[in-house]
Nanobody, 127 residues
Framework: QVQLVESGGGLVQAGGSLRLSCAAS????????MGWFRQAPGKEREFVAA????????YYADSVKARFTISRDNAKNTVYLQMNSLKPEDTAVYSC????????????????????WGQGTQVTVSS
């Protein structure tokens, strides 16, 4: 079992930055691929970014590429999402997720690939 708790969300003006954290408890965090997803009101959950177990491979949605950076610290059992140049359309609840099986972007961009989910943290970007 893996428990995930997100933090770092909040209200920020357009063009600003936020850093989300996802702290994991439970065993073998370093063996899990991790992903960030978001869901805006009235919209389906969408993929944001993912990272493999070692941190060597990262994947991004086109809408956030070059603005967001996913990273992990396996010693701290934490994955991060650095979000820069935020836009109002980035407003959503952001959730992290853990996937024991790993894989490339096609698999890690699918929410059904993940076994464990956090409760989410709200990010609001004002114009």
């Amino acid at each position: 079992q893996v428990q995930l708790v997100e933090s770092g969300g909040g209200l920020v003006q357009a063009g600003g930055s936020l850093r989300l954290s996802c702290a994991a408890s439970g065993r073998a965090f370093s063996s899990y691929a991790m992903g960030w997803f978001r869901q805006a009101p009235g919209k389906e959950r969408e993929f944001v970014a993912a990272i493999n177990w070692s941190g060597d491979n990262t994947y991004y949605a086109d809408s956030v590429k070059a603005r967001f950076t996913i990273s992990r610290d396996n010693a701290k059992n934490t994955v991060y999402l650095q979000m820069n140049s935020l836009k109002p359309e980035d407003t959503a609840v952001y959730s992290c997720a853990a996937d024991h099986h790993g894989g490339g972007r096609p698999r890690l961009s699918e929410s059904l690939s993940y076994e464990y989910w956090g409760q989410g943290t709200q990010v609001t970007v004002s114009s």
